[in-house]
């Protein structure tokens, strides 16, 4: 009789045991499984999540490969926008270690509550790659990528040349209006400098934030489809940046006298597991336009973001994500933005 005990007593032991191991790994498979699902299904998802997911520290954060990394550690920014996904190990953003723009702060009370800072590629707290900066949040080594040539599109100033949409429409800026009108000018400055520009104004974001993506790029395909032409694609949105302490921070330069939002260029790749062969092109394009950018107007680039989504950024070879501004940023500043963001790609493709 004990002995049959015993071996119950065992019984029950190896049984707990082997539930606790069952247990154990189910949420380790989970954790590491788990993660990457959602990490692929973000590529429809980019900046729908405002709260969580949203902080990204640029230069040392995210996944920085091989040579190619953006800042010292030093220099640490920590980026909450209402566009990025989190880095496991962020650290909280020092509102010391943000630049503020040299400027009569009389011109930029119109909206007190935000601190201007200076994001630029060239503000010196990035490592520079012949006139701009980078950020690589990919495992992928790009340093090969950073000072080759890409291929220019062929001109064609007699059918429709440009694609300009917005799969957030409905971000807006500081006071009133929203990226339709950035857009809006945009396109006014292509078709001013002899490029027909076709506009999508279509609502991808109202009825529901999530799977904007997956709405906007059937839109694309469409005027893709109905205009061969179309070489270029610019999916206009606008940024979102607050700490976690929540201070608000407002991108800005100066450019002629006046004020101007600064500009981050997104590229997707294909690291998630969805289809992007023409990624590098997309890349080198947009380092391309972010050295015109600084050429010509100084800090209005901000560093160009490799990301390991998406973003539908694979329907052409010239197809780049724009964060105009933010949403600190007034309606004047990012169009003032938009049309210089436009020169600056004219004189890229020219």
Same mark, same amino acid.
């Given at each position: ?9 065992k ?6 045991f ?5 247990v154990?790994i189910?949420v380790g ?8 699902i959602?990490s692929?299904?973000y590529?429809y998802?980019?900046?729908e999540?405002?709260v969580d997911?949203?902080?990204?520290r640029?230069?040392?954060g995210g996944k ?5 990394v953006?800042a010292?550690?030093?220099?640490i920014?920590?980026?909450a926008g209402?566009?990025l996904?989190?880095?496991e ?8 270690q943000l ?9 930029v009370?119109d909206?007190?509550?935000a601190i ?12 520079n ?9 990919t495992d992928?080594?790009v340093t ?6 890409y291929?220019?599109?062929?001109l064609?100033k007699e ?5 300009i949409?917005h799969t ?13 009108? &950035? =857009?809006? @000018?945009?396109?006014?400055?292509f %078709?001013r400098?002899g490029?027909?520009?076709?506009h999508l104004?279509? !609502?991808?974001d109202?009825?529901q ?6 709405r906007s790029i059937?839109?694309v395909?469409?005027m893709l489809?109905k205009?061969p032409?179309i070489?270029l694609?610019?999916?206009?949105h ?7 302490s ?6 800005l ?9 600064q500009?981050?260029l997104v590229?997707?790749t294909?690291e998630?597991?969805?289809l992007?062969?023409?990624w ?5 394009f ?7 950018m600084g050429?010509?107007y100084g ?5 160009v973001?490799?990301r ?15 964060? &105009? =501004?933010? @949403?600190?940023?007034?309606?004047? %500043? ?6 210089y963001?436009?020169?600056a !790609?004219v004189?890229?493709?020219?």
């Open positions: 009789m004990p002995s049959i005990r015993l071996r119950k007593i019984s029950i032991i190896k049984g707990i082997c539930v606790l191991l069952s154990t189910s498979v989970f954790s590491i499984f788990g993660r990457q959602a692929s299904a590529d998802t980019f900046g999540v405002k997911m949203t902080d990204l640029y230069g040392a920085i490969s091989g040579s190619v953006a010292d550690r030093e220099n920014i920590e980026y209402n566009a996904s989190a880095s190990d962020d650290e909280q953003l020092q509102a010391s630049g503020n723009v040299t400027m009569d702060q009389a011109e009370t909206n007190p509550d201007v800072v200076n994001l630029s590629a060239l503000s010196g707290k990035y490592k790659y012949g006139g701009t900066s980078i950020i690589n949040n992928y080594d090969d990528l950073l000072y080759a040539d291929t220019p599109p062929e064609n059918e429709p040349y440009i694609l949409y957030h429409t409905s971000e807006e800026y500081y006071g009133s209006g929203s990226v339709v009108d &950035v =857009g809006n @000018a945009m396109a006014q400055e %078709e400098l490029y027909k520009t076709i104004t279509e !609502v991808y109202r009825e934030f999530s799977g904007a993506y997956s059937k839109g395909e469409q489809e205009y032409s070489k694609c610019f999916d206009v606008r940024d979102a940046i607050t700490t976690q929540g201070d608000t921070y407002r991108p330069t100066q450019i002629d006298g006046k004020n101007v939002a500009v981050m590229c997707g294909d998630k597991g969805l992007h062969p023409n590098r092109e997309n890349f080198k947009a380092l391309d336009i972010s050295r015109t050429k010509n800090a209005l680039s901000r560093p973001n490799l390991g989504d998406r973003f539908n950024t694979h329907v052409t070879d010239y197809t780049v994500l724009m964060e &105009v =501004g933010s @949403a600190a940023n007034t309606l004047e %500043e990012a169009k003032n933005a938009a049309i963001t436009a020169r !790609v004189d890229t493709i020219e």
